[in-house]
């Protein structure tokens, strides 16, 4: 996964590398091993590729129009002659060849293209080209920052970050170009529209907006879709920080339950999914689930989590809360078994390490050692969602393509 900006000034005595850097830090949740950047001045475009976040790269380019990686991927932007590109997907092409072609023709380079990618581009003819993917699984917005920039980006926080405003989401397929003083837009392919589940339910930040609805919203009902569904009686519902926070404020409200922060954090956000090696992953679910024993001591819990990939996580937590006194743990998923692998690059691991796909909800919950454990439905998804214009292929459901 990754996130990808680009920003372009209207006047050339504008330097995009601050407002380049920070929108890439509102981007870094969607992965941080690697930063890349290539900012185009005086004729020509610079490069650099940094093995660290977009928080702790120092990128130090000056010029008025710039694009910016923040992922997993090592090698972004790929730089070729007088073009310089960052994808968030998977692109199925020689990079090298793939850039030439994109010099030279953009709209048959992308329409001819495989793989399924969201893409930036910055040219030496000053201009940046965005494209969405043809099923819109992926977000990308177009924004502003009044009539100086024009700023492409994975999500509205790369354009709000900057102070910036976010005009439109980019339509699955559609390409637009940013030049100075000319935005123009076509639309070059049109498929199944099919957003991914994964975004609403813990991928985009909860401040944004995805196909006009605000991720907080969906995630608020997401819990109430729980309660509907697995109404469980305990004294108390938390929820796993971040994502799972308003998951439990949902369950709650539906159930007049009352609702505890049952955990603090220590450092920075550790996304434990995107974590890069074992080490960071146990540590990182330490450091992001430090229990407050009041919260748990002598209580019955709902314990709301955003999803279960291969148990680790969870089974760590409950075994921290029974540590804490709590004297029944039963776990909700806020969504459907990930019982597959995800063909378009975010990392879901291979069936035979996803838990859900190969044990018994009973031996499940001995295994992570809770009373009971229970997954949101894929219909109580596209209720709380509300369209079913998304892919689910990892949850057992219909790939797009
Ligand atoms: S397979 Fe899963 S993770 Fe991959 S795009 Fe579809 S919903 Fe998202």
Redesign the pocket.
Known sequence: MAGISGILAFDKVWNVNKFLKYSLIGLQHRGYNFTGVAVYNEGKIESKTYNESPEDAEVSYDGWAGIGYSGSRKGYPVKVGGIAYVVDGVLKENPEEFAKDLLKDPERALENAKGVFNLIALTENEKIIAYRDKFG?RPLFLGGFGFDLGIVSSESSGINVIGGDTKREINPGEMVVLERFNVESKQLRVERKAT???EYIYQSRIDGILEKSQIYDVRIRIGEELAKEWPISADTVVGVPDTALPFAIGYSRKLGLRVDLGFTRTGSPIRTMIAGDNFLKVVGVQLKLNPIRSAFFGKRIVLIDDSMVTGTTLKNTVFNLRKMGAKEIHILIGSPKLVRP???G?E?PSESDLIAANLKDEDIAKVIGADSIHWLSIDGLFRSIGNKDL?????GGI?PG
């Open positions: 699984l991914c589940s994964i995800c063909p378009y975010v879901v892919c689910y292929g990892c949850m790939y």
